[in-house]
């Protein structure tokens, strides 16, 4: 090895390339592999070797332009044998990969395509053959990309709809905060950490003024814009969308993104600061499929931008729509009632949260298309849900009412309102009597009535024998003063931060033909009446 290692000094002249007829560039194939073969054998000498070797080849060169050439021709070659190298390394490590991995490529597809997002990232970045795998379309048919802090980013969400393209199914962007919840069939919950609008201020991005220009892990406004597009856009065909957080996300913005999503059933917003009215129109307007809707105000019971012609429009365009949730609005009772009569197939309800609603709406509605159908109704923390009109639901159920009902949510952390006062006068607990017939009689229906323990010197006899109660009929049964079942009322510091007006008081109760953004209530009455006409004869025809 050394011999071959002091042959270039040894040499009395080097012959001149122009000499030379056949240059190493031109040599054929076994000549050049023998060449290499030989030049590789040199790894075995110690590196002092090699070193003295190429200082020697380059002090043979005469000027300082042929030494400096040699030199960048040195630097050159290692480069591409380290490229070489790494690329026949990872040939062979995909062909053993290969050989080892028991599936066929179609299968490992299949597998990866179950996988989330983040655990699918990490398989592409194992091996060139999981790599390939990873790249096809539908592994990114459902992209999860919701953190708990702000990691992702707009290009990230462009790349991965992208390798999604028309295989796209389902997209959930933005921030969840973790919480105790259970689940009721699908994704929806039942029991609720409940709060205002998601508290994000602890996440990067609240630390704007330190990270000036280094906003890369921030959703923007157009972070849904991949979406759209030419006819062949990836949103053509997404039928879910979820949305949680995304502070910089606005009305045109999101309404741009629903406008390319016409297959959409299933849209879930949580904590956007878009206004409700404008998203329901966008969703009656793009989205005709919609089966499931979620949204949560990040205003809680400051928005009150939905107005009648708003419901109208929804009911009359979705009436796919099994789920409907709006969490932390300002609802008034009539519009929900146009909702709920209007949606046909409607099953599961959640209006936790909502300012204005007192549970009227639920009157007479089990027994009429549009409510009997209802399973799932979930009143939690209504500030203004009035005891009265939760045993008359409860009365309604006894009656044979609301027959496939199978969970019933009233809890409340403020109690239920009174018929008097509902501020300073709370109900903290419920008669243990309806309650007790109702399950009775209705074993699978699980009702939760959590209230806060504090109470005061009314009882649930003195609250019936009151007026605003006579029109209330339960068995007799439950005029039984019960020592640990009664119902208690009292003042209540509330924690609501908003105004001490109902927002109802200005309703028309049995009716329900309530005030309207139009000072004429009798045309507000025309309306009503004759939309409810319109449901009647619908469920005729």
Same mark, same amino acid.
């Given at each position: ?23 190493? &560039? ?126 992702? &980013? ?47 201020? &602890? ?77 329901? !129109? ?38 796919? !729509? ?67 009109? !939760? ?151």
């Amino acid at each position: 090895m050394d011999t071959l290692l002091l042959i270039p000094s040894s040499m009395a002249k080097r012959p001149c390339p122009s000499q030379n007829p056949r240059p190493p &560039n031109h040599l054929n194939l076994p000549d050049r592999d023998h060449l290499l073969e030989t030049f590789l054998d040199f790894s075995d000498s110690p590196p002092f070797a090699i070193d003295l070797s190429f200082e020697r080849i380059l002090d043979s060169r005469d000027s300082d332009a042929d030494q400096t050439k040699l030199i960048d021709r040195a630097l050159q070659l290692g480069s591409v044998l380290l490229e070489a190298g790494k690329r026949s390394a990872r040939r062979r490590a995909s062909k053993h990969n290969s050989i080892a991995w028991a599936l066929p490529p179609d299968l490992t597809i299949k597998v990866f395509s179950m996988l989330d997002t983040q655990s699918l990232c990490y398989a592409a970045a194992t091996c060139s053959m999981f790599n390939k795998c990873a790249m096809d379309p539908s592994c990114y048919a459902n992209i999860d990309l919701t953190t708990v802090v702000p990691k992702v &980013n707009n290009a990230v969400v462009s790349t991965m709809i992208h390798r999604a393209g028309k295989a796209l199914q389902s997209l959930k962007l933005g921030v969840v905060v973790p919480g105790p919840t259970t689940s009721l069939g699908s994704c929806q919950p039942l029991v609720y950490t409940i709060r205002n609008s998601v508290d994000v201020s &602890n996440f990067s991005w609240n630390d704007k003024r330190s990270r000036q220009g280094k906003e890369s892990s921030i959703l923007s406004r157009s972070c849904l814009s991949p979406l759209g597009g030419d006819s062949g856009a990836p949103g053509a065909l997404l039928r879910k969308l979820h949305l949680y957080n995304i502070e910089r996300m606005d009305n045109a913005s999101l309404c741009g993104a629903l406008a390319a999503c016409p297959s959409l059933i299933d849209l879930e917003i949580v904590g956007l600061h878009v206004e409700l009215r404008q998203t329901l !129109v966008s969703v009656s307007t793009n989205c005709h499929l919609i089966e499931r809707l979620f949204f949560e105000s990040s205003k809680s019971g400051r928005d009150d931008s939905l107005k009648s012609p708003a419901c109208i429009e929804l009911v009359n365009n979705c009436p796919h !729509v099994t789920s409907l949730s709006l969490r932390g609005f300002k609802l008034h009772d009539y519009k929900v009632r146009i909702l709920i009569k209007g949606f046909r197939k409607l099953k599961y309800v959640d209006f936790s949260t909502s300012y204005s609603i007192t549970g009227s709406f639920l009157r007479n509605l089990g027994s009429n298309t549009g409510g009997n159908l209802l399973e799932v109704v979930i009143l939690r923390d209504c500030m203004h849900l009035k005891v009265a009109e !939760v045993y008359r639901l409860l009365n309604a159920v006894l009656s044979g009412d609301f027959k496939l009902l199978r969970h019933l949510d009233i809890s409340n952390r403020e109690g239920l309102a009174s018929e008097g006062d509902w501020y300073y006068e709370r109900c903290y607990s419920l008669s243990v009597n309806p309650l007790k017939q109702v399950l009775e009689q209705r074993p699978h229906l699980c009702i939760l009535a959590e209230f806060p323990s504090e109470g005061s010197f009314a009882d649930s006899d003195q609250m019936f024998d009151s007026e605003p109660y006579s029109d209330i009929s339960l068995p007799s049964q439950m005029s039984t003063h019960t020592s640990d079942g009664s119902m208690f009322v009292s003042f209540s510091e509330s924690s609501y931060n908003s105004d001490h007006g109902s927002g109802n008081e200005d309703a028309l109760d049995a009716s329900y033909v309530l005030y309207e953004e139009s000072s004429d209530e009798n045309a507000l009455m025309g309306r009503e009446q004759l939309y409810e006409m319109q449901l009647n004869c619908r469920g005729h025809n």
